[in-house]
Each structure stands twice: as structure tokens, then as C-alpha cells.
């Protein structure tokens, strides 16, 4: 079987797991998005457990894939690094509302530059759909940076920046997760298509 094709189809081990951690992203997100900035400091028992849930499911993703997949690297210094802020912020709760802002906007961030690096090996795969998981990506690295730069905002733009950068984070993990499947399947038929000749 010719190696690239080989290649693609090992690689795409476990495609789902960005999926759930898009859609574990945009649940917390959603719902830092209803909270009032007086509560958001309770928000750091929320956001340490979607870390710590994100930091497994990316190592696991990464260890996974770590043979034959270029990036497994950079899935799991995101992964160690998720794991590492949501025990520092279990372990740590009362972390001040002036610097929480900030833990969270770096994770995000690394992960949206992550997912933007990411898009474009979907391009040099050929994969038409890179362009989703790229826009989605800036739109999540923005939010970050948003977050980073005013981190003592009024209220309203502090809970609106937090969620938003956690909805474009798991928008961007479901677009990445959908075009691995995509490789996936083009990878299984081309597989299939060797076998039978």
C-alpha cells in the first residue's frame, strides 16, 4: 500500500475527540455567556474542568496519533497545558477575577493558533474545507487576544469575551474534527481502491 495513503488513514485515529471537546467548548462558553460578571470568578470551578477535560482528551488524542500524525506534538503540549491550568485553577479557586481572564486567554489562544496551524495541513492535504477551520481559528485567536488586552473590562465585555473565545475554540475543534473525518474516509477508499487492483 503506498505510504501516503497509509499515512492518511493511520493518522486520523480517534477523529472524533475534537468534536466532543468543540462541543464541551461551546457548552461553557454558551454558559459563561449568561452569567453576570459578579459570578464570574465562580466560573473558574467551570473553567477548570473543561481544561482538565480538554487536557486528557488532547494528550490521549495526541499519544494516539503520535506515529504517524506530523502535529501530535502541538495536541499535546495543548493537552499538558489545558491539564496543568484547570488543576492550578481546582486547586486554586479563588484565583483574583484580574488574572483569571488572562490564564484563560492564553490557553485559548494557544489553542486557536494550534488550530490555525492546523488548518493549514488541511490545505497541504488538499482538503477544500481549510478555509473554516482557519477563519473560525481567527476569530478565536481574536476573542484571546481581546480577552488578553483588556482583561479589567467592564462586566458585560469580560463575560462576553470569555464566552465568545470559548464558542470560536469549539467551533474551530468541530470544523477540524469534521475534515478528519473527511481524510479518513478519503484515505479508507483510496485503501480500498489498492486492495482491489
Do not use: H
Not at 470551578?45 to 490521549?60: M, N
Amino acid at each position: 500500500m503506498n505510504s501516503s495513503v497509509k499515512s492518511l488513514k493511520e493518522a486520523i485515529k480517534n477523529w472524533y475527540v475534537p468534536l466532543l471537546l468543540g462541543l464541551i467548548f461551546i457548552a461553557f462558553g454558551a454558559y459563561t455567556l449568561t452569567v453576570p460578571l459578579a459570578t464570574y470568578l465562580s466560573l473558574s470551578i467551570i473553567f477548570s474542568c473543561s481544561f482538565i477535560i480538554s487536557g486528557i482528551f488532547d494528550s490521549w488524542f495526541a499519544l494516539e496519533n503520535r506515529k504517524s500524525f506530523s502535529a501530535w506534538g502541538w495536541f499535546l503540549v495543548s493537552g499538558l497545558l489545558s491539564l496543568s491550568l484547570g488543576i492550578y485553577l481546582a486547586v486554586y479557586p479563588e484565583v483574583s477575577a484580574a488574572v483569571l481572564p488572562s490564564y484563560v486567554g492564553f490557553t485559548l489562544l494557544f489553542r486557536s493558533f494550534q488550530l490555525l496551524g492546523f488548518s493549514f495541513e488541511m490545505k497541504a492535504m488538499e482538503n477544500i474545507n481549510w478555509g473554516s477551520l482557519a477563519l473560525t481559528s481567527v476569530l478565536g485567536i481574536l476573542f484571546s487576544f481581546l480577552l488578553l488586552a483588556n482583561p479589567v473590562a467592564t462586566g458585560f465585555s469580560l463575560v462576553t469575551l470569555t464566552g465568545l473565545a470559548f464558542i470560536f475554540v469549539g467551533i474551530a475543534g468541530i470544523v477540524l474534527a469534521f475534515q478528519l473525518k473527511k481524510v479518513k474516509v478519503a484515505g479508507q477508499k483510496l485503501k480500498d481502491s489498492f486492495s482491489a487492483s
